[in-house]
Structures are given as structure tokens and as C-alpha cells.
């Protein structure tokens, strides 16, 4: 699977782009102090108590506050759309589900998340003042987003339809993979998205990680895309490292 870049000039996504990662969190301020040590974030107030994480400047991810104890602690990726509600639409006719109906963030424009065939979450995202990641592919930011489905197949009918310019697209270049669960999870992990990170040296970062708190969950291991290793941090949320 591949995305369209956008172009950097414009500063905005095509449909089916990953374009934004943030990260539900029970202690925000110990969110805050793991990943601006981790990656080098600064932060800044964002809407409704959540807080934008910036590296150099600019945008790369937020964090917000958990307030639903019996939902997930997780990094859920999200995906550019001109319109949230057609494609939601879209998502139901092909076997999928919208798990959160189209949410207006204030003028930051409008949040969905939604479920594959499989369960697997991802969000959506319609922009209006924020169009997503101000930079990207660089040490510290968004590198790639990994789907882990049972059925691949299913993956790529469901995928392969909703986001066809973005990944079979002339200027087409790769940012979202799928794999089976099962090449780097034990078989019992449901279906799901992994946001990684980028970094230029991925051992200290991982030690890193075991001071601040988090752990590793797989070790490091070799894809088409980078070496990679997954980790979570010092409150349970899952994400991998990649070092191209």
C-alpha cells in the first residue's frame, strides 16, 4: 500500500493520506514529560484540554486526556478526507463500521473514527484550520503507519477501495503497509494500526525508552521499510520506532 505525498507547499493531504496521530492518555502531564524526553517535543494547549506535541516548530501529534477509563490507552493514526461524512458512508458500505459519528473540533475541523471488517480502529480527519502534520519523515515525527490484519485480503479489498488514488495513484509513494498479525504478534492480537515514529539510531532510543519508563514489546527486526521495534510507553500505549 502507498499514499500520495502532499505536496509541502500547500501544506495539505489527499484522501486516504495519514495526516494526523494522537495518543488518549490517563496522565497527560506524564505523557508530556515521556515523549518530550523520548523525541524532543515541545508542547502547546490544544482544543478541549488536549495538547499538541511540536518538533521544530511544528505540528507532529496529540495528546489528550483519557477520560473514559474503560476505553484503550493507544495512538490511533488518522486519515485525510475533504468530506467525513461521505466517506463514512463509504467505510459502512464496504463491511466497516464508524465507531465515533463526525465530531467539530472548533475551527480545527472535524474528527471520525471508524473500524475495518476486522475491528482494526483509524480515524478520520476533514480539515479546516489544521490540516494535520506540519512535517513528517524526520527523526522524531511520523514515519509510517502498519496495519495488522488476520485476513490480508480483506485488508486490501477494503483499503484498496476507499483510499484508491492515495495508494495506487500516479505520485503514489509508501507510508501505510498492512502485514498479518501473525509475522511479528502472537495470533491472538486483534487486528490493528501501529504509528511509528521515526529516529536516526534506533538502540539509544530504545534505551531511552526502558529509562523512562515504557518497555519493549517486540525487538527490533528488519521490514521493506526500515528496522523497526515496537514499544510501549510508561502508560501502556503502543507505538513503533523505525529507523530507516
Given at each position: 500500500?502507498?499514499?500520495?505525498?502532499?505536496?509541502?507547499?500547500?501544506?495539505?493531504?489527499?484522501?486516504?493520506?495519514?495526516?494526523?496521530?494522537?495518543?488518549?492518555?490517563?496522565?497527560?502531564?506524564?505523557?508530556?514529560?515521556?515523549?518530550?524526553?523520548?523525541?524532543g517535543?515541545?508542547?502547546?494547549?490544544?482544543?478541549?484540554g488536549?495538547?499538541?506535541?511540536?518538533?521544530?516548530?511544528?505540528?507532529v501529534?496529540?495528546?489528550a486526556?483519557?477520560?473514559?477509563?474503560?476505553?484503550?490507552t493507544v495512538?490511533?493514526?488518522y486519515?485525510?478526507?475533504p468530506?467525513?461524512?461521505?466517506?463514512?458512508?463509504?467505510?459502512?458500505?464496504?463491511?466497516?463500521?464508524?465507531?465515533?459519528?463526525?465530531?467539530?473540533l472548533g475551527e480545527?475541523?472535524t474528527?471520525?473514527?471508524?473500524?475495518?471488517?476486522?475491528?482494526?480502529?483509524?480515524?478520520?480527519?476533514?480539515?479546516?484550520?489544521h490540516?494535520?502534520?506540519?512535517?513528517?519523515h524526520?527523526?522524531?515525527?511520523?514515519?509510517?503507519?502498519e496495519?495488522?490484519a488476520?485476513?490480508?485480503?480483506t485488508?486490501?479489498?477494503?483499503?484498496?477501495?476507499?483510499?484508491t488514488d492515495?495508494?495506487?495513484?500516479?505520485?503514489?509513494?509508501?507510508d501505510?503497509?498492512?502485514?498479518p498479525?501473525?509475522?511479528?504478534?502472537?495470533?491472538?492480537?486483534?487486528?490493528?494500526?501501529?504509528?511509528?515514529?521515526?529516529?536516526?539510531?534506533?538502540?539509544?532510543?530504545?534505551?531511552a525508552?526502558?529509562?523512562?519508563?515504557?518497555?519493549?514489546?517486540?525487538?527490533?527486526?528488519?521490514?521493506?521499510?526500515g528496522?523497526?521495534?515496537?514499544v510501549?510507553?510508561?502508560?501502556?500505549?503502543?507505538?513503533?520506532?523505525?529507523?530507516?
Amino acid at each position: 500500500m502507498a499514499e500520495n505525498r502532499a505536496s509541502a507547499e500547500e501544506n495539505t493531504y489527499g484522501e486516504g493520506v495519514p495526516c494526523w496521530v494522537d495518543a488518549q492518555l490517563p496522565d497527560l502531564a506524564a505523557g508530556r514529560r515521556f515523549y518530550g524526553e523520548l523525541f524532543g517535543w515541545t508542547f502547546e494547549e490544544a482544543y478541549g484540554g488536549s495538547v499538541w506535541a511540536r518538533k521544530d516548530g511544528e505540528a507532529v501529534a496529540g495528546l489528550a486526556h483519557k477520560a473514559d477509563g474503560r476505553m484503550p490507552t493507544v495512538w490511533t493514526v488518522y486519515f485525510a478526507t475533504p468530506d467525513v461524512v461521505r466517506l463514512s458512508g463509504r467505510i459502512r458500505e464496504a463491511g466497516g463500521q464508524v465507531v465515533m459519528a463526525p465530531v467539530a473540533l472548533g475551527e480545527l475541523g472535524t474528527a471520525v473514527l471508524a473500524a475495518d471488517p476486522e475491528g482494526a480502529v483509524f480515524g478520520l480527519w476533514q480539515a479546516a484550520r489544521h490540516s494535520g502534520f506540519g512535517t513528517r519523515h524526520k527523526p522524531g515525527t511520523f514515519g509510517w503507519a502498519e496495519l495488522y490484519a488476520r485476513d490480508t485480503e480483506t485488508a486490501n479489498t477494503f483499503y484498496g477501495g476507499l483510499f484508491t488514488d492515495a495508494l495506487f495513484g500516479p505520485d503514489a509513494a509508501p507510508d501505510f503497509g498492512r502485514a498479518p498479525v501473525s509475522d511479528v504478534f502472537p495470533v491472538e492480537m486483534p487486528p490493528h494500526f501501529l504509528v511509528h515514529f521515526r529516529v536516526e539510531d534506533i538502540e539509544p532510543v530504545l534505551g531511552a525508552v526502558h529509562r523512562l519508563g515504557g518497555r519493549v514489546q517486540v525487538p527490533l527486526f528488519e521490514t521493506s521499510y526500515g528496522k523497526v521495534a515496537v514499544v510501549t510507553d510508561n502508560q501502556g500505549a503502543s507505538f513503533a520506532l523505525l529507523q530507516r
